[in-house]
Antibody
């Protein structure tokens, strides 16, 4: 079955750029939508954005100015970049497969295990 | 985009039924049938339990059911079991201010 695995640095300095990747195994990255979601320690979930395998994206308005999500279909992988990070960006970052009907996000049916990223000097 | 409103905690005894509410607006919960629910055990990733208001993915127990009335969606768990103790999050498509996704703040379910 399809599995997702996040990878990237667990520690990022303030004002720098957080970079994570999510590798899709057991299935193709096509023709699905893929998303990033985060969860600060002890808090709830926050949607960051999604990307279609073709490269079309949609971002959370509150993060849009700092977020870039990209896809590499040759490596069955998609990535997240979040710039100018602060301590408020410390969270467990999850990648997930998004089920989309038309232009609407229906649900997130497959999740990675998550990776903790701490923003600290 | 404001988070959807869920109670911080609910509790019930084994065998009982509980309901978790999720309140939004006409731009999200009330306007679309794209409400989903997730179960999250400590240290684990969320698991999809309900999608499109009241549909269960394959493998999810039929003790879990969903419904919606106006701007409020609900998750009902019947025949509570100890393994149901977890955090539960609702999720809805939103059209305001732009097309996107909102999550609820989460509800801690305690099985007494």
């Amino acid at each position: 079955q399809v599995q997702l695995q996040e990878s990237g640095p667990g520690l990022v300095k303030p004002s720098e750029t957080l970079s994570l990747s999510c590798t899709v195994s057991g299935g193709s990255i096509r023709p699905y939508y893929w998303s990033w979601i985060r969860q600060p320690p002890g808090k709830g979930l926050e949607w960051i954005g999604y990307i279609y395998y073709s490269g079309n994206t949609n971002y959370n308005p509150s993060l849009k100015s700092r977020v870039t999500i990209s896809v590499d279909t040759s490596k069955n992988r998609f990535s997240l970049k979040l710039s100018s990070v602060t301590a408020a960006d410390t969270a467990v970052y999850y990648c997930a497969r998004a089920l989309i009907v038309g232009a609407t996000i229906e649900a997130f049916d497959i999740w990675g295990q998550g990776t903790l990223v701490t923003v600290s000097s | 985009q404001s988070a959807l409103t869920q109670p911080a905690s609910v509790s019930g005894s084994p065998g009982q039924s509980i309901t978790i509410s999720c309140t939004g607006t006409s731009s999200d919960v009330g306007g679309y049938n794209f409400v989903s629910w997730y179960q999250q055990h400590p240290g684990k990733a969320p698991k999809l339990m309900i999608y499109e208001v009241n549909n269960r993915p394959s493998g999810v127990s039929n003790r879990f059911s969903g419904s919606k009335s106006g701007n409020t969606a609900s998750l009902t768990i019947s025949g509570l079991q100890a393994e149901d103790e977890a955090d539960y999050y609702c999720n809805s498509f939103t059209s305001s201010p732009t097309l996107g996704v909102l999550f609820g703040g989460g509800t801690k379910l305690t099985v007494l």
